[in-house]
């Protein structure tokens, strides 16, 4: 039966063409979609994980780039019951790097430059972190400090106590990568990264896989502070950590109603906020995806209507030679379930193809296709088209012998 | 073997009731080879159909070795088609897909084409003369070959009786003298019940039962009376 119904495809080639792609479209939409809302999910989930105390930042202020705090506000955090760490930094978006890129530059080379090129400034951006080292020694999970590779790669160290008011930085092996030395080899420990117009040493490479931390120059706060014309004083954010992790909530709440004017950034809520909007930008896909899976299975259903509609002689004559109207409807549902699994598999495979393609122009963040979401989406593909096959396969079994020698005497 | 008694069949055309046959009532015995004949539109066709349960009559009662084919459940008409009655139309009717073999299989595509049964359909598409055209689809054939496919179709059941019409309708004269030749033969050696409806009465021979129908009647007269008592005679 199946061989008969894959015949009858094959010998059809310009519709069968026509109805698969139809469906392959929206289901290229499907995983196309989904594996940027999986590679996003993947992205915040770790850049989240990398972020495990709190951030105390301007009220209002979206990002640490962006919030600016007054000189006060350490002492105030330290008095606030649960606080055990509140270390001071300084982020701002960086000035050019060894002449180029940098934060504006990234920017600007987004809208400037070849579409692939300016794609992939996008996620360039480079932020200067500048860190009170002394305090930022106390916090028992540092992000950066914990990532610095080992010697046996050239991690080289993290910034220490030593590292205060000199131009020393510690840089992700990204940034070493994407600004290389003149001979194309990545920046290593010991060598010299140009930020403005001032040389800073590499003391230490880190690699935390986050593609928001992954972009951090980390120094000292003095240092950065010269380094962008800021106010001696300068403080964009604090991080704090409680005395206990259990208690981080609480804490923040405590922090928020203790200081006017600052946001307590609570990884947990954020964890959770991010989740929300994936789960709303998941439905809205979803919703647009269904939409277009709805019309190609109206291609399915019109395809196979065309298709038994010039077949009626041929079901009478089956129907002439014993077939039941299950085995015309098993038929015809089989014509159009392999329609569904034609779709499907081209589908995956070319959704497959782009996310390879598009994933080797990314850095830092990768679309995520899983065998999950092939697997969902070619069940989705073969039940759509069964679906949208039933009505053609059912007007088909109505099919009378009678029918046939009508319609061929007609013919 | 067919018992046909007071079988009406009447067709609504518009406002108009047609009515194609006006009780018919005849035997046809095991074996036999018969010949409904008759002018266009007397209802030979329609007779046909019935016999074959493609349709059902209006009226009367149609028993075929014994049972009433009228009376069917509509799966027991399905098993009746498949398993007893070898059916071959005009126009060939073949399906376009399939290759001439898997023509020949198309009763058994449903239930599972064993290696046996491929063999026979091989084996038969051979005794018709198309052993080299096993692997042809219906296009790559002539209209003779086509319906020597057909006539392989309708055989490889084994069945009761088998039901042509106008199988030479659409063939030349010596096409159309070989597939008669080819039914009389398989007839003859299975010792099936042949039922054919022809315009063409160079086919019938003094031995052959010849149902003769005129406006929906079994036509009175020599030949039809002739038929008709030899059919009564021998059943």
């Known amino acids: ?411 | 073997m067919i018992e046909a008694v007071d079988v009406r069949k009447s067709f609504q055309s518009g406002d108009e009731t047609v009515e194609a046959l006006r009780g018919v009532t005849f035997r046809v015995p095991k074996g036999s080879c018969t010949f409904i004949v008759g002018p266009s539109g007397s209802g030979k066709s329609t007779l046909l159909y019935l016999l074959a349960a493609l349709d059902q009559p209006s009226s009367g009662t149609i028993r075929v070795a014994d049972e009433d084919v009228t009376s069917m459940s509509e799966a027991a008409r399905d098993a009746y088609r498949r398993d007893r009655v070898g059916f071959v139309y005009q126009s060939f009717n073949l399906i376009g897909n399939l290759s001439a073999v898997n023509n020949v299989l198309l009763p058994y595509i449903p239930t599972g084409v064993t290696p046996e049964l491929r063999e026979r359909a091989v084996d038969l598409l051979k005794q018709v003369g198309l052993g080299h055209r096993t692997r042809f689809r219906p296009r790559q054939m002539s209209g003779g070959e086509q319906q020597r496919v057909a006539v392989a179709r309708a055989l490889i059941k084994d069945p009761l009786v088998i039901y042509a019409d106008e199988p030479t309708g659409n063939l030349d004269r010596a096409g159309g003298d070989r597939i008669m030749q080819l039914l009389r033969d398989r007839q003859r050696a299975r010792q099936s019940t042949l039922v054919v409806v022809t315009h063409d009465r160079r086919f019938i021979t003094p031995d052959d039962l010849v149902l003769e129908i005129e406006d929906g009647r079994l036509k009175e007269g020599p030949t039809s009376d002739f038929a008709a008592a030899e059919a009564w005679e021998e059943v």
């Open chain 1, 1 to 411: 039966m199946w061989t008969f119904a894959w015949q009858n495809l094959v010998t059809r080639p310009t519709r069968t063409t026509l109805a698969v792609l139809g469906l392959t479209i929206p289901v290229l939409a499907f995983l196309g979609l989904f594996s940027v809302s999986r590679g996003i999910r993947h992205l915040m989930g770790d850049t989240i994980s990398g972020l495990q105390n709190l951030m105390v930042l301007r009220e209002n202020a979206p990002v640490p780039v962006l919030s600016d705090l007054p000189p006060e506000t350490g002492e105030q955090l330290r008095k606030v019951p649960g606080v055990r760490v509140a270390a001071a930094e300084v982020w701002k978006v960086s000035p050019p790097i060894d002449g180029r890129g940098g934060g504006l530059g990234a920017a600007i080379g987004m809208l400037t430059k070849p579409k692939e090129e300016g794609f992939r400034s996008l996620f360039n951006i480079i932020a200067v972190e500048g860190i009170d080292i002394a305090e930022h020694a106390k916090l028992t999970r540092a992000s950066f400090a914990k990532a610095i590779l080992p010697k046996s790669r050239g991690g080289g160290r993290f910034l220490d106590e030593g590292d205060v008011g000199k131009p020393n930085v510690a840089i992700s092996t990204k940034i070493a990568r994407e600004y290389p030395n003149a001979d194309g080899t990545p920046k290593k420990v010991g060598q010299t990264l140009r930020l403005g117009n001032r040389d800073f040493q590499i003391v230490g490479l880190f690699e935390t896989g986050s593609m928001v931390l992954d972009a951090t120059i980390v120094m000292d706060i003095g240092v950065s502070r010269e380094l962008l014309n800021l106010n001696p004083a300068a403080v964009s954010a604090y991080t704090v950590e409680p005395t206990s992790m259990a208690e981080g909530d609480l804490v923040g709440e405590r922090i928020e109603q203790a200081i006017s004017g600052v946001r307590a950034q609570r990884i947990a809520q954020f964890s959770l906020t991010v989740g929300s909007v994936m789960g709303k930008l998941d439905m809205f896909l979803l919703l647009a995806v269904a939409l277009a899976m709805l019309v190609g299975a109206v291609g399915i259903a019109n395809t196979m209507l065309m298709s038994t509609s010039e077949r009626y002689v041929e079901f009478g004559v089956m129907r002439t030679n014993g077939w039941t109207r299950r085995n015309v409807l098993m038929l015809v549902t089989a014509e159009s379930a392999l329609l569904g699994a034609l779709s499907g598999l081209l589908g995956g495979a070319l959704a497959a193809a782009a996310v390879f393609g598009v994933n080797r122009f990314l850095v830092g963040f990768s679309l995520d296709l899983s065998p999950g979401l092939l697997a969902a989406s070619l069940a989705g593909a073969l039940s759509i088209a069964t679906l949208a096959g039933l009505y053609p396969a059912w007007r088909a079994s109505r099919m009378t012998p009678m029918d046939a020698i009508r319609h061929s005497v007609a013919g």
